[in-house]
């Protein structure tokens, strides 16, 4: 696919798109889950983080979606 994108001009489309399960917040791929670890896997680690990277996005993630439920129950 990669071949063909390069051939017909939209590579720089391809390199926008991803497979993730679980974007963090500022809407990037999180480089823990598996679509993550695959894209790596393939050879096309520049499009996701590292994977250290990935689980410190985790924590993040975690941590904003803890404080997003507070602000709900303080505002019902």
């Not at 809407?27 to 889950?33: Q, R």
């Not at 670890?37 to 990277?53: D, I």
Request: proline content about 5%; charged content about 30%.
């Amino acid at each position: 696919m990669e071949k063909i994108a390069k051939a017909n001009n939209f590579d720089s489309i391809m390199e926008m798109t991803w497979f993730c399960f679980n974007p963090t917040w500022r809407k990037t791929p999180c480089g823990y889950c598996n679509p993550c670890k695959y894209t790596r896997e393939e050879g096309l680690g520049r499009r996701v983080p590292s994977k250290f990277m990935g689980m410190y996005n985790r924590v993040e993630n975690a941590f904003y979606y803890r404080i997003k439920r507070l602000f709900r129950k303080m505002s019902i």
